[in-house]
């Protein structure tokens, strides 16, 4: 199985919104609706912000928030603050009963 | 609350095996549902799914390192232990042990509490 295909970098003002993709094919994002979105911060483990596509774990402000289409799917950062600044991976469930995690993508605060 | 913590050896020569143990604390093993996982992280790099275990014994591994892999559990002790055989200078990294997520009486295929991880490196 092959990563999943995130943007290496984003980057937005305080304030603005910006949408990080994640590519899979149909037998990972496409298939089901098992994607998870993960912050890292560094030097630190990842934590779950976003799972079954939509959905927040308790805690998580409602400025993040994520979305499928076919293979592809988003994690979507409004209202952006300069502590979101983290590198973020997707994951998803795949069609063999594993999961795959995205390249990760490096958010940039400017 | 829900802690995991992993522990192991920092340093292992190329061709040995390495053994990581997850302790965890605030759930249980034998609960319907519950998972354990392994995910790796070389430097700088990206996240790697390894291996998961279920409450029923279910064993799940990533078919790019399935043949060195093997993950076990001891439910009485709150632990699951990965072993992975033939170590190279490419598995140096940070070894997290991460809960397959659950909220309320559901779980869902994502990890919702990780370990703190445990550096790993390979080198003679």
């Known amino acids: 199985q092959s990563a999943l295909t995130q943007p290496a970098s984003v980057s937005g003002s305080p304030g603005q919104s910006i949408t990080i993709s994640c590519t899979g094919t149909t037998s990972d994002v496409g298939v089901y609706y098992y994607v998870s979105w993960y912050q890292q911060r560094p030097g630190k483990a990842p934590k779950l912000m976003i799972y079954?596509?939509?959905n927040r774990p308790s805690g998580i402000s409602n400025r993040f928030s994520g979305s499928k289409s076919g293979n592809t799917a988003s994690l979507i950062i409004s209202d952006l603050q300069p502590e979101d600044e983290a590198d973020f991976y997707c994951?998803?469930?795949?069609?063999?009963?594993?999961?795959?995690f995205g390249g990760g993508t490096k958010l940039t605060v400017l | 609350q829900i802690t995991l913590k992993e522990s192991g050896p920092a340093l292992v020569k190329p061709t040995q095996t390495l053994t990581l143990t997850c302790t965890f604390s605030?759930?249980?093993?034998?609960?319907?549902?519950?998972?354990v996982g392994w995910i790796r992280q070389a430097p700088g790099k990206a996240l790697e799914w390894l291996a998961l275990i279920y409450w029923n014994d279910n064993e799940r591994y990533s078919p790019s390192v399935k043949s060195s892999l093997t993950i076990t559990k001891d439910t009485s002790k709150n632990q699951v232990v990965l072993r992975m055989t033939s170590m190279g200078p490419e598995d140096t990294g940070t070894y997290y042990c991460?809960?397959?997520?659950?909220?309320?009486?559901?779980?869902?295929?994502?990890?919702?509490?990780w370990g703190q991880g445990i550096l790993v490196t390979v080198s003679s």
């Open positions: 605030g759930f249980s093993l034998s609960t319907s549902g519950v998972g």
């Open positions: 079954d596509v939509s």
């Open positions: 991460a809960r397959r997520g659950c909220i309320g009486g559901s779980c869902y295929n994502s990890f919702d509490y």
């Open positions: 994951g998803s469930y795949t069609s063999s009963s594993t999961w795959v």
